[in-house]
Each structure stands twice: as C-alpha cells, then as structure tokens.
C-alpha cells in the first residue's frame, strides 16, 4: 500500500511541475517582433534563423531524413514558403518543423515578412 501512494504522489508532482507554462505571459517570445518598416533580408535576418533551426538537419549533405540542403540563400529562397509552412505548424503536427519544437511566433514573423518583403538576399 505505500508502494501506491508514492507512485500516485509522484504521478501527481509529475503532473503539477510539467503544467509550468500555461499563462499567456509565459508563451510571448523574448525576442523584439521586427519592426515592420525594416525591410528584412537574408543575410541580415533569416540567415542565423537557417543556421541556429534547420541547419542541424539541412546541411550539405542533409542528414536525419532531411529532403534536401539549406545551406546557401538560394537553396532557401526556392522553398521559402514550404520552409514558412512547416515553422508554423503546431509542434507535434505531421510535418511541423523544426522537430525538436516550434519556434517562437517572433522568429516565425520574421522568415513571413522576408517572403512578403520580395526574398531580398541583402
């Protein structure tokens, strides 16, 4: 019997500790939204976002089941939207990308406006 009680009080510490982050304070993004009078390229912004997010897995050669390389600007401006719509799915979402988790709304806004913005390089 004192088995079931450490395993129904660990269940339930388990459950109080991983509900953590359920205010909407706690889900906006530290980082500053761009501002949208910034035209935004990328070389000046949506460059370190490949390189920190994707580039684990869309190297050259691309490794993890990864389809195809994102290594150069032109290999992400020919699947800039397919690149869009798989950052805005919900994590866990056949296809949803980056795999280890959403990335905050901020940094999704930023690869939008470079696709509204004309794909500019630099």
Known sequence: M???KLIITALFAICIYSCSY????DL????DPIDPDI?????????????????GCHSDPPVNGA?????TYDQVNQRANDILNRMSRQSG???AMPPSGRLPQSTIDIM????DDGKLEN
């Open 67 to 71: 389809p195809v390389p994102w290594v």
């Open 2 to 4: 004192k088995a079931g």
């Open 22 to 25: 359920d205010s909407e304070s």
């Open 39 to 55: 035209i935004v390229t990328y070389v000046d912004n949506v460059e370190a976002i490949i390189q920190s997010a994707c580039i």
């Open 28 to 31: 906006i993004d530290a980082v």
């Open 93 to 95: 979402a056949p296809g």
């Open 112 to 115: 939008e406006q470079w696709i």
